[in-house]
């Protein structure tokens, strides 16, 4: 049996672009010296000449046909796989000569961990009796309490800095100040207020001196009213909490997370938010540095088949663990989770999974896409303004909409029209998640009529437009990406 | 629903966060604003909480802080604004993307983001590495996402000139026919240089899918801006109809136009565009001509004609010498003209021209006094462009020119020796540079003499020693080194009288021996092996050229010559040395393995003494050396 490999294959294993770059680095440099494969081609193996004296010594093994190859290497690298193990397996591609040798004896027993971990697994499966029951989690409610108080003290000191800020002017926010509400960023983490951290760093930021702060007044008003919605809706749930002698989570609004709370899974699943047999298709993908968060963001914008849910994964990559992280890709087969969990959200919740399998997209999938679209703008404006009235709602809302034709202004202004002649122009939303109109004007005209987009919107505050930003087209070629 | 009103609240509210939430009070417009809500409010009751809240606001007895006022004001207010966002665009509208046509792009869209964000990355951003990146992005041919069209579009203004040179001539251009109409479609004809690069890159397209623009660039070239006119101007070379408009041109006030139709002029064999160019090099433009025939294949007419124009400024300068008073100005003018033709000279071979440079280098003494005597040093620049070209193209009339010269200015020696190389036979050339005991006894006393010979070693040296860099695996890494090396044996033996080489020997020039030695000579093994024993540092390349000399000249076995090494490392001196060149490493790689220990032991963990005698790469390099021993062992 040979491994059956390909370039895109070992791209996507790949934890990030640069991973990729250095194991080619490596084949064209000759630095590995030792390219083997053992004779039931489960296993490649060699050694990698490093900057030391000895090599390292790094395998992938195939040996579970239906999940990942494990990548394993002597090098002190956090990424898997790492560089060399990448190299090895683009050597293998481009059809290096491995020679068949012995599986190594550390390998050999690795695997032996493995398969007597997976009988234990299988064991429990068929016979559920033998799991061990986990221990039901025990809420020290006192310190469940505790927190909430902190949280409600968190937010008077939140509402005291904010309301002395607006009663001085943005115009008085000078570096002093600046330092002030950075002092406050910090304490917001004690009073496990993560959610409000957040927004009053991207506040700090906006109103830096070093950012051009006039020219960020608007948003940072509208920063300010968030923060405002917060405080008060924050305050009342905590409030309500306090009384409630359980006191439950909310799993219904999106008030936990903009408190801070990170949900579970298995939190999700005791809720009901979680679906069995969903199958979803990437419609867009982007990838995104928010200083606010000090997080960069994979999003993916996912159609869940059969129905007209557009769902969105969201993988947060600390700026301290990025390098760590493996970076999300474009996903082009069909997901399908084993379970799908879902966040509390609003149109475009939040999804996750733990484990996928795919299959391949089929014409009758993306043929489904169109009929989940809106037809007419007016309804789909509605639904969307119905959300951004919303403040603690996303106000970047993404939906489906059959386009019959796109226009431009004179003005160069890209516009679209649906069947009923109504209007929408297209700009780039103030999310830093890359531009995707520039491509428009040069694709014929027909690959641009009766077509379905993906679009993500947004209202202007200061000019009173609701502007979209298309993501994708899909028409009778398939789904054309205009992001990634 | 008035948006309008609720816009101009929106902006006041605005007004005051900026301003403070204190004034609110005081604010007259705020103030005029409430009734106008109270009024709707009798009939819409969002705009009654709106009033109510505005009335709030205005309110300075109220309980609560002027900031929460504004900002409950404020909350509500955007809440009703969201719902009223106007997405609608007004105005003509047309239709978007290209019409259907012959040769359309097929949107290709099928690359990851992982592939496509870096190069995304660099063609959006400023800072370094990014041209790397573009490069091997076309090289795997990402650029045929479609999604990277545009920004190759815009990489032709990219600031970083080699990036926008690559868009302009490469990547832009492999998106073909499809693209054409797009890049006629945005190109100004009345644009700057940055519009020059999307003709330039239209005109690239074109060539390559034998596409006649003909009439496009003919078009530009009459009616286009400046940089336009002169670049289309260059596309019309080659197509003779065009001739008569090229000439009209060449009367052009902008100087860069007149440049561009002597080039398209110059590709021309038409009597008309030759006649043309050859009236406009008596003038000013001579510049242009020259940049015109210099970059380009010309026919032999023109190229016949501009030497003959050439040769009659020669003859005028050298003529001045009979006349009674020297026209210094007239002359310096010539002397401009000459200097400009001789650019166009350096390639092609010319007997017109040949012989011109043969009657000012005749004319030595008077045209180099000319310099002299007018402090311009124009008139040598020029007889040294006669010696280089005759240099190449010389006859034995030449070389005894040449010769005559250098007698008297020994700046020509290296033009002769070079010349005498390659016409004498190699006893010819020995005679004639150091020659028996009577020459050799005058090279010592005569002090020109003296110099002329000094000349002649100086330009043999780089004739004998190449430099250059040679690369090097370490195993996990590439190096490079700037190294010598010497000339095959059989090439020395064929070109160089071996009297060079006792020669080079009593002038105990080191690096001549080296380059020059040869077996049969007596004593030069000798006098290297002193010399290494004088020289034994590794960090001097003389130690290297030594061995060289000796291994592959000499012929002395591997043995011979470890033991030459050993006792050169083991000299006290031959310490601090940084880097070792290739051959060093090459040498030691040679080594039979029981020297391994010996090799550790130099090692600078190894060594107790203050100065190290390997550091740096050095030790790297000798680490890698004992590691490769060690492995054949």
Known sequence: ?484 | MSTALLQELYQETRRLYIAGSELAVEDIRLRKLLPRFQQLGEKAPIFKRLGDSIQNVLDETHDSSSSERLQNLTLLLSSVLHTQGNATVAGDLKPLGMEQQEHSIVPITSYSYRKLAPVVQALSTTGGGRLEVIEQAFKEGIFQDSRLMPLAIEGLYDPYSEIAELMTRKIVPAYGLAILPYLRDIFDPQGDKKEVRKLTAIHTIAEEHQLDLLDVYSELARSASEDIRATAIRFLVGHEEYVPELIQWTKDKKKNVRASAYYALAGSSSNQAIACLLEASNGKDLEYIVDAVRYQEVSQALEDQLAVAFAKDVEQAIQSEQQESIDHKALEKLAERLLLFSKMWTHSPNETVHQSYQDMLKHYTYLYNLSATNQITDWRNLLWDAASYIEYRGSLEDLELLYEVSEKDANFVPSAFRLSIQILSPEQVYDQYVGGVVSQMKAKINKDAKARLGKVIATMRPMLIENGYESFSLGHEEQHAYTQKILPLAEIEQKWDKRWLEFAMKQDDVELVAGLARPGVKGVDEFLRQKLKDNPEFRNRTATLILRALEERLGISKEDKRELMWQAIDDRRNSNSYMFEPYIIHSFLEFPVEDIERLEALLPENREATIPKFRGYAAEQLEFVIHTLKGMK
């Open chain 1, 1 to 484: 049996m040979a491994i059956q490999l390909t370039e895109g294959y070992v791209d996507g294993l790949a934890p990030n672009a640069a991973a990729i770059k250095n194991a080619k680095g490596l084949i064209q440099k000759n630095k590995l010296v030792q390219l083997h494969q053992t004779e039931d081609g489960t296993l490649l193996f060699g050694e990698c000449a490093g900057s030391g004296k000895s090599n390292y010594a790094c395998s992938v093994d195939f040996i579970q046909p239906d999940k990942e190859p494990t990548s394993r290497c002597s090098c002190p690298s956090r990424q898997f796989p790492c560089k060399h193990a990448l190299a090895l397996m683009y050597a293998y591609v481009a059809g290096q000569t491995f020679t068949t040798a012995t599986i190594p004896e550390d390998i050999a027993d690795k695997r032996n961990k493995i398969e007597k971990r997976e009988e234990k697994a299988a064991a429990i499966e068929a016979d559920p009796t033998l799991k061990a029951v986990p221990k039901k989690k025990t809420v020290n409610k006192n310190a469940l309490k505790k927190k909430v108080q902190a949280q409600l003290e968190g937010l008077d000191i939140l509402e005291k800095l904010t309301l002395s800020l607006i009663r001085n002017g943005l115009s008085t926010v000078d570096a002093t100040v600046i330092k002030r509400i950075q002092e406050h960023v910090k304490q917001m983490g004690n009073y496990y207020l993560t959610g409000a951290q957040v927004e009053l760093r991207r506040l700090a930021g906006l109103l830096s001196p070093k950012n051009n702060p006039e020219a960020n007044y608007t948003y940072a008003v509208e920063q300010l009213t968030l923060i405002h919605a917060l405080i008060r809706k924050g305050r009342a749930h905590l409030q309500a909490k306090l009384e409630d002698p359980e006191l439950a989570l909310d799993a219904e609004s999106t008030i936990e997370e903009w408190l801070g709370y990170a949900w579970q899974l298995s939190e999700l699943e005791q809720h009901q938010r979680m679906t069995e047999g969903a199958e979803l298709i990437q419609l867009a993908f982007t990838s995104y540095d928010d200083p606010g968060r000090m997080e960069f963001i994979d999003l993916g914008y996912w159609l869940e088949l059969g129905t007209h849910h557009i769902r969105r994964t969201l993988q947060y990559r600390p700026y301290k663990a990025a390098k760590h992280i493996r970076e999300e890709d474009t996903f082009t087969e069909i997901a399908c989770p084993k379970p799908l969990y879902v966040y509390p959200g609003d149109l475009n919740p939040r999804v996750r999974w733990e484990s996928l399998a795919t299959r391949a997209v089929t014409e009758q999938d993306v043929q489904s896409i169109h009929a989940q679209a809106y037809t007419s703008f007016a309804e789909g404006l509605k639904l969307i303004k119905n959300q951004l009235k919303n403040p603690l709602a996303d106000p970047y809302p993404a939906l489906l909409l059959q386009v019959s034709q796109f226009y431009q202004s004179e003005e160069g202004q890209l516009v679209m029209k649906d069947s009923e002649g109504q209007s929408i122009g297209l700009t780039d939303i103030s999310l830093p998640i890359g531009t995707s109109t520039g491509l428009l004007p040069y694709l014929p005209q027909e690959t641009l009529q009766d077509v379905t987009v993906l679009l993500v919107f947004e209202h202007q505050m200061d000019t009173g437009q609701l502007i979209a930003q298309p993501l994708s087209i899909i028409n009778g070629n398939g789904i054309m990406r205009l992001l990634y």
